[in-house]
Every structure is written in structure tokens, then in C-alpha cells.
């Protein structure tokens, strides 16, 4: 029997990289966010359709904070690379806005039609675009952290490598759910059917085979729920930004799945929330508030 990764077989890596899989009503999730998304639409300020490039999913929804040169919170949705929008990812926007924070939420062309070389690219050039545009927009370029669910918290990592951030992404921190940080194993089950991944590509865009981003807090966590390589994943990555010097910390959020971890972000009450705000507030020094 095969092995190709970590002593799994095919079948377990099916298993093991399957989140629709650890839920028993997929939809349900996602009409989750939709409904949360859609009151934020309804009942706070935004701007609309942000291109930060020629192509028609290269677009930004902007929800400004009340008082100027407030603080950006820039999420960058979940999907598998392959799936959901703007219009399904703002669901946080509500709690952020009501303390101060801005938030932007990020539309990118999906997989298979865009490889995922190619999507990186898009994020990155999406959160440069907001940082040379803080005058228009009127937030802070000093205070701008990243957010990201799944495939959102790969290409939020992705966004911190150090070639991105001279180019003019001067983020300050980055939250990240339930990512995916090493793409090795999805070269063996079904998500390499939209993302085509050779070895050499996997390597490229793993954030683990890359410079850990040592220079900016961190946050990292996942779902009491998830699936014991999604959980490792995090794991993982969180001792490399450790042990390379980074400021990161990391907690299992009990009670969560793959799907509604992230979704804590739209109640101020949850420790997900308030440890995101932490971190927003005080850059230099992260502090995990107990449970």
C-alpha cells in the first residue's frame, strides 16, 4: 500500500484533508456566514468593488471604521482556493467596526481558473493597493493586520514573506484559522484536482518551507473539531514562527469546527475576538486573554 506522505496512505489523506467532511451540514456553515455577511451590508457603512487590479475578481469590499486613521483589519476568505466570495466573508465586520477597526474584505479568482501562483499574487497586490491608499480610504498604513480562515490563512501567510512587504505591504500582524501551511499533502487527494500542484510548486507556495514572518505577532488557531492534520498544520507552523523568533500564540478554540472558528470574530464576547482586538491594540506585546 502507498504511502506518499508522512506514512498516510491516499485514503487517509482523503480523509484527513476532507473539511466538508467534519461537519454534518456543509451548507448550514455557509449560510452562516452569508446571513452574518449580509448585515453588515445592510447596516454599516462600505465601499464597494475596490479594484486593486484590471481583472473582475480583483476587487475589495471596504468597511471604514467611524473616526479617521483608525486601524485595518484586511480578511482574506477560506474555499479551499476554489470557492466563496466577498459578499460571504464580511460576517466580521460588524464587531470590528463597532471597536474602531476598519475592515476590508478581499475577492480573489479561484482555482482551477487561476492557479494559485497566480491568486497569491492577487492577495498580495490586494493588500499593497490598501496600504497606498490610506489617504482615500482613511486608515492608519502603520496599523494594518491580516485575517484569514483555511485557504485564506495559507495566502495570509503567504502575504507576510518578506519579498511582499518591501514591495510595499507594511502589515503589522495577522490572525490565522485553521490554514494550511504545508501543500505537500493535497498533491495526494482531491483538492491538487483544482490546484494541480507539482512538487516544486507545492514547496514554493508552502509558507513552511519559506522564511518564518518573525517581525509581526501572530495569532493562530483552529477548531476543537478539525481533523488531526489540520490541527497539526497549525501546530506546526506555530514552532517554526517560534523557534525562528517570532511572537505567536496559538489556542484550540473548543466547541468550533473547520468552518465556524472564524466565525467567533463576529461576537465581541468570544476569546477569539477579544484576543484579535489584543493584538490590534497593543502590537508589541500579544496577550491571550484566558478562556
Not at 453588515?40 to 479594484?51: G, H, P, Q, R, T
Amino acid at each position: 500500500m502507498e504511502h506518499p506522505y508522512r506514512c498516510m496512505t491516499m485514503a487517509d489523506l482523503e480523509t484527513q484533508y476532507d473539511a466538508r467532511g467534519t461537519v454534518s451540514d456543509f451548507d448550514a456553515e455557509m449560510r452562516a456566514y452569508r446571513s452574518l455577511s449580509n448585515s453588515a451590508y445592510s447596516n454599516l457603512s462600505v465601499i464597494c468593488d475596490i479594484a486593486y487590479g484590471p481583472g473582475d475578481d480583483e476587487r475589495i469590499d471596504f468597511f471604514p471604521a467611524k473616526a479617521p486613521n483608525s486601524p485595518l483589519f484586511v480578511f482574506i476568505h477560506g474555499g479551499y482556493w476554489r470557492a466563496l466570495g466577498r459578499s460571504d466573508s464580511a460576517f466580521m465586520a460588524k464587531s470590528f467596526v463597532s471597536m474602531g477597526v476598519g475592515v476590508a474584505v478581499v475577492e480573489y479568482s479561484l482555482a482551477p481558473a487561476a492557479s494559485l501562483g497566480q491568486i497569491v499574487d492577487q492577495v498580495r497586490r490586494a493588500v499593497s493597493h490598501l496600504t497606498q491608499n490610506t489617504q482615500r480610504l482613511s486608515f492608519d498604513a502603520a496599523r494594518v493586520y491580516l485575517g484569514g480562515s483555511s485557504a485564506g490563512a495559507h495566502l495570509a501567510a503567504m502575504a507576510l514573506q518578506p519579498d511582499t512587504r518591501e514591495l510595499g505591504s507594511p502589515v503589522k500582524g495577522a490572525l490565522l484559522a485553521s490554514g494550511l501551511y504545508d501543500l505537500e499533502p493535497l498533491r495526494f487527494c482531491k483538492p491538487n484536482d483544482w490546484l494541480s500542484l507539482t512538487k516544486a510548486l507545492a514547496r514554493l507556495n508552502s509558507p513552511m518551507q519559506l522564511p518564518a514572518p518573525v517581525d509581526v505577532p501572530l495569532v493562530v488557531v483552529w477548531g476543537e473539531t478539525e481533523t488531526a492534520e489540520f490541527k497539526r498544520q497549525s501546530q506546526d507552523f506555530t514552532a517554526k514562527v517560534s523557534q525562528a523568533g517570532g511572537s505567536v500564540i496559538e489556542f484550540e478554540v473548543p466547541n468550533r469546527n473547520h468552518f465556524d472558528v472564524i466565525a467567533d470574530l463576529a461576537d465581541p464576547e468570544t476569546r477569539l475576538f477579544r484576543t484579535a482586538i489584543d493584538m490590534i491594540n497593543a502590537p508589541k506585546k500579544v496577550v491571550s486573554p484566558k478562556p
